[in-house]
């Protein structure tokens, strides 16, 4: 991008306000300021000073400039006005502008639209799609809880969504494959209760464990263990 697209003011145009030396003025971010001088930055503008003190004389955040510290680009801002960028952000702040302005979001939606940025969003692309980058963070976050925030942030996003067909199935076998077990079945069978299973009668198992008949007559079927049913004998 050639300088004149990177630093050309994209809201103006802006004109040096006519004052007079002596007046004062509103400036948004210091209050009441004296003009005491002129800048020499490619846009002309007042300097002011505070009534009563012997600060240094700095430029005078209203009219255009004002303007432009709420829209333009920090770099357009600096350049036209012979500020730095800390002033720019000083400024910013003190009028509750966030950083990226509409400026700053037209500037780097321009940068991303040359060949370098593509390239570079090309190797992004492939560098996040790589196995074992994507098994290393899986296995970095494998067993640690989300975030308050992020899990409410979950909930709403998919509160009242409704998944296609082809996104549920997908959905269904990346469960399956994990092992997950659907929310609406009962807990897990643990090894304590499985040796419950092993060693007394299923009544009791049920009470103890607070579990079913049916549901511990089907662990114990999954166990091969005799269910402790007698069997009509065939006539």
Not at 9 to 37: D, H, M, N
Request: proline letters at 7%; charged letters at 30%.
């Amino acid at each position: 991008m050639i300088d004149d697209e990177r630093l050309k003011l994209r809201f103006g145009p802006y004109k040096t306000p006519r004052f007079s030396y002596g007046a004062t003025v509103q400036c948004e971010v210091w209050g009441e300021v004296q003009i005491v001088g002129q800048s020499d930055g490619r846009l002309l503008w007042p300097l002011g000073r505070r009534k009563g003190t012997s600060s240094r004389a700095s430029l005078i955040v209203y009219k255009g400039l004002a303007k432009a510290v709420s829209k333009e680009a920090n770099q357009a801002i600096c350049h036209w006005w012979g500020v730095c960028p800390t002033t720019v952000w000083k400024w910013r702040k003190a009028l509750g502008v966030p950083t990226n302005n509409e400026g700053t979001t037209q500037l780097r939606s321009e940068y991303f639209q040359e060949d370098w940025a593509k390239e570079a969003q090309k190797k992004a692309v492939s560098k996040a799609k790589d196995p074992q980058r994507r098994a290393k963070i899986a296995a970095a976050r494998r067993g640690k809880k989300r975030p308050p925030h992020v899990i409410e942030a979950l909930r709403r996003a998919n509160t009242g969504r409704k998944l296609g067909k082809a996104h549920r199935q997908k959905m269904s076998e990346a469960h399956k494959k994990r092992g997950t077990r659907p929310p609406w079945l009962n807990a897990p069978w643990t090894p304590e209760e499985d040796e419950l299973l092993r060693t007394l009668p299923p009544k009791e198992v049920a009470k103890r464990t607070g579990r079913t008949m049916p549901a511990v007559l089907n662990r114990r079927h999954k166990l091969k263990l005799p269910d402790g049913r007698r069997r009509r004998a065939k006539t």
